[in-house]
């Protein structure tokens, strides 16, 4: 999650397709975040990027244009490329420990919970932020 959430400005004909829009979506995000890395001295071979569709990253990794896919606009599909570069390496992860889930959806509590721990933070209480407020 880079910045914000936001709605796709396209219409995706299938869940398949809407994963792909926002995986190319990241993919824009995360390069533009290496180059102003890079001015900083931080270098990256390979970007590791974690999704929870499966058809998706498919989708991604095969670079023969199918015809239930032409209809995509031509400008999400410049993941192939990075993909086919070996700029991104697309990893599948399950919707369970997809940490960024905590930024984008309202969850159950213990799901927060879970992914807050997974990302090494803790939630804390009223009480305790109380308590820290008054020790400052």
């Known amino acids: 999650v880079s910045w914000s959430s936001k709605k796709q400005d396209c219409m995706a004909l299938s869940t398949a397709e809407a994963e ?3 995986l190319s979506a990241c993919c824009s995000q995360v390069l533009w975040m290496r180059t102003q890395l890079t001015y ?4 990256f071979n390979k970007i590791l990027i974690y999704c ?3 058809l998706a990253i ?3 990794c095969n670079p023969v244009q199918h015809s239930r896919t032409k209809h ?12 086919e570069n070996g700029t991104i390496e697309l990893y599948f992860v ?5 940490l ?3 930024f984008t959806k309202a969850l159950p509590t213990d799901r927060f919970n879970y992914l807050v721990r997974r990302l090494g933070m803790r939630s804390l ?7 820290l407020a008054k020790s400052q």
């Open 20 to 22: 792909y829009v926002s």
């Open 40 to 43: 900083y001295g931080y270098h």
């Open 52 to 54: 929870d569709s499966k």
């Open 58 to 60: 498919a989708i991604s």
């Open 72 to 83: 995509i606009a031509v400008r999400y599909h410049f993941i192939k490329e990075h993909v």
């Open 94 to 98: 399950k919707t369970d420990y997809q």
């Open 100 to 102: 960024a889930d905590l």
């Open 125 to 131: 209480s009223p009480q305790e932020l109380d308590r």
